[in-house]
T-cell receptor, first 116, second 115 residues
């Protein structure tokens, strides 16, 4: 079984400050890990993903995340927040293999508010 | 990235009626698509897996007779909410990914409001 825990349902950051969103997962097999962003009344947009290879992955809009197997974490960071980063962020885990391909388990989400 | 569309983007219907939502993969073929629902201020919950040419598989607790899924072609899956009730009001999102890939692309979602 898989599960995803996002610490903090709401995060408030100042414009220009570091954005840090925490995600921990549990999985009995090597996971595929994703971060998605959702703007109000819209679908999900892929920010970045980790499947294999380099554990530090860079995504769009200046975001990056590091897969730490020992900590079962996949935290999302951005060095300098922009007003346009205000949105809901979801961490998700998927397993490879034919029986679970494409099925995502999502975290509860973290609402990011950016203050001037 | 790949593009997935949904139609309609929002729909309002009366209690007891049925509503059909379409999910299309625009630039790739998808033998499998997924349907999620999202209640306000909550996360996405997987409802069912839509399989082209065969029956859909539903997650535990999802009524298959209420949420009818048809995957008639490699680019189209439909979700029909039958005899809709106010508690079915939600945001429905589909996803699909190119075969052999590791990423799912999500549609823009459909907001269903049942009066």
């Amino acid at each position: 079984a898989q599960s995803v825990t996002q610490l903090g349902s709401h995060v408030s950051v100042s414009e220009g400050a570091l954005v840090l969103l925490r995600c921990n997962y549990s999985s009995s097999v090597p996971p595929y890990l994703f971060w998605y962003v959702q703007y109000p009344n819209q679908g999900l947009q892929l920010l970045l993903k980790y499947t294999t290879g380099a554990t530090l992955v860079k995504g769009i809009n200046g975001f990056e995340a590091e897969f730490k197997k020992s900590e079962t974490s996949f935290h999302l960071t951005k060095p300098s927040a922009h007003m346009s980063d205000a949105a809901e962020y979801f961490c998700a885990v998927s397993r490879g293999g034919t029986d679970s391909w494409g099925k995502f388990q999502f975290g509860a989400g973290t609402q990011v508010v950016v203050t001037p | 990235g790949a593009v997935v569309s949904q139609h309609p983007s929002w729909v309002i219907c009366k209690s007891g009626t049925s509503v059909k939502i379409e999910c299309r993969s625009l630039d790739f073929q998808a033998t499998t698509m997924f349907w999620y629902r999202q209640f306000p201020k909550q996360s996405l919950m997987l409802m069912a897996t839509s399989n082209e040419g065969s029956k859909a598989t539903y997650e535990q607790g999802v009524e298959k007779d209420k949420f009818l899924i048809n995957h008639a072609s490699l680019t189209l899956s439909t979700l029909t909410v039958t005899s809709a009730h106010p508690e079915d009001s939600s945001f429905y999102i589909c996803s699909a990914g190119p075969p052999g890939g590791d990423t799912q692309y999500f549609g823009p979602g459909t907001r269903l409001t049942v009066l």
